[in-house]
């Protein structure tokens, strides 16, 4: 998920088609850099090791130039992240003597903004919005929009929310089962989906970890949270007038093909290779291939208003990722300087472990930290090279699909806040059957591979 950024997305701030957007030259310079951040990371992924250091500079460039375009509420939490981490780095090689490599200071999570990046140029793929959808009424209509969203968002992440959010909008908006639908729909897709920031950061967590594995785990749980969906809000609501909606099979092509298309690149043509890595430089390329049947000049035009409009309107999410990749090295660094690198939070990772963990990132992302804060904690903690990756992974990702669902300062929740005036403290409290049952199955099912493995 884009992933789920503690702002708005980019499409609930952009001003409507009679408004069009003014962008700066201050803003058009963010892009350029943002996409030169993305080329260098591709470059480096194609073994041309000289450029790695040139990749956190070029987007931490790109975050100081948008600094002022954001929210207070991001560059409170983006400055404090950051902050934190320096300072520890600073701490741990003046009072402990700490030896420091410098040059990756501000490498930390750039591989999962090049993602970010290179997951943004989806919207270069298909010009079209999908067709309107069937309309359905009732419990049924639950699961069919609960689906359709689930499906789109794999891929589309945020911009699947006011696709099928917007068909559904009437004159006085739209229903609270509406909206937790929305909100389950996308936010349990972070389970599963290779293009969610949420796998890229259980990846740089645990690169090991067996993404079959991962799938057999996640799959099953997002069913859980759409029969849970179903079933909660026929209990507590009446539904006889809720619409729902269905998309047709031709608007979810897109999704599926490019899920295969990432995953034939990751068990055929390049096994060596992260699904994260794969997405990063095979996205932009599709896109690319997408437009060239149409001309170069077409194609060109889109790539620079891709790069102009829709690269600097990500500063929430990427401003987010570097600072708590930051924050993981300030504090994993000091951590070690301070015990001599003999200290970690758990001496074995197994299911206990990995159910606390689980349970104290979801409880951070209740009073309002994105989940990315509690993973990157943990990570600063663990002795991450012996403890079980794919366990490690789970965790990952579960917190944050689970989180982000129920935290009212998540990125869906201030979406749908920004976009159709619901409030993330009611999206909490209506949210907390749904989180308290999603994390029985979570147990279960890390229970269950713990053993298993």
Not at 50 to 64: E, K, N, R, S
Not at 82 to 103: D, H, K, N
Not at 272 to 299: C, M
């Amino acid at each position: 998920m884009p992933p789920h950024s503690p702002s708005p997305s980019a499409d609930a701030n952009r001003p409507s088609a009679s408004t069009p957007a003014k962008i700066s030259g201050r803003q058009r310079l963010a892009g350029l850099v943002i996409a030169l951040g993305l080329a260098l990371q591709i470059a480096r992924l194609a073994g041309i090791a000289v450029v790695a250091p040139l990749v956190g500079i070029a987007f931490w460039l790109a975050m100081t130039l948008l600094w002022g375009d954001m929210p207070t509420r991001n560059r409170r939490q983006v400055g404090a992240l950051a902050a934190i981490g320096a300072a520890l780095l600073v701490i741990s090689r003046t009072v402990y003597g700490e030896a420091l490599a410098w040059g990756q200071v501000l490498d930390g999570n750039t591989f999962v903004v090049a993602m970010l990046v290179g997951v943004s140029f989806i919207g270069l793929i298909n010009r079209a919005p999908p067709s309107p959808g069937t309309q359905i009424l009732g419990g049924r209509g639950v699961i069919t929009t609960w689906l359709s969203v689930h499906l789109l968002g794999a891929i589309l992440n945020l911009s699947s929310v006011f696709l099928i959010g917007d068909q559904l909008k009437r004159a006085d908006g739209l229903r609270l089962p509406q909206l937790l639908t929305l909100n389950r729909g996308l936010s349990s897709a972070a389970l599963w989906s290779p293009f969610f920031a949420a796998m890229g950061v259980a990846m740089g967590l645990a690169p090991e970890l067996d993404f079959a594995v991962v799938l057999a785990a996640g799959v099953p749980l997002a069913a859980l949270s759409g029969v849970l969906t179903r079933l909660e809000l026929a209990r507590r609501f009446d539904l006889d007038d809720v619409a729902g909606v269905s998309l047709s099979p031709r608007n979810l092509l897109m999704p599926v093909g490019l899920a295969v298309l990432v995953l034939g690149f990751h068990y055929g043509l390049t096994p060596g290779l992260s699904i994260v890595s794969i997405i990063t430089f095979l996205l932009p390329a599709t896109a690319l291939a997408a437009n060239l049947p149409r001309g170069l000049t077409f194609t060109s035009k889109r790539m620079v208003q891709h790069t102009r409009e829709r690269l600097p309107a990500m500063r929430g999410e990427i401003s987010l990722f570097l600072a708590a990749g930051l924050f993981t090295q300030g504090l994993s660094t000091f951590i070690d300087a301070v015990t001599g690198g003999q200290w970690v939070l758990f001496e074995h990772f197994g299911a206990g472990e990995a159910m606390l963990s689980y349970l104290a990132i979801v409880a951070s992302a209740v009073i309002g930290l994105h989940p990315i804060i509690g993973i990157s904690t943990l990570a600063s903690v663990l002795n991450l090279e012996s403890a079980n990756q794919t366990l490690l992974g789970v965790v990952a990702l579960t917190s944050w699909a689970v989180g982000a669902a129920i935290g009212p300062l998540s990125g869906i929740n201030l979406s749908l806040q920004g976009r159709y005036g619901t409030s993330g403290g009611m999206m909490m409290r209506h949210n907390l059957v749904y989180a308290l049952v999603m994390s029985l199955g979570v147990c279960l099912a890390i229970g269950i591979l713990a053993t298993l493995s």
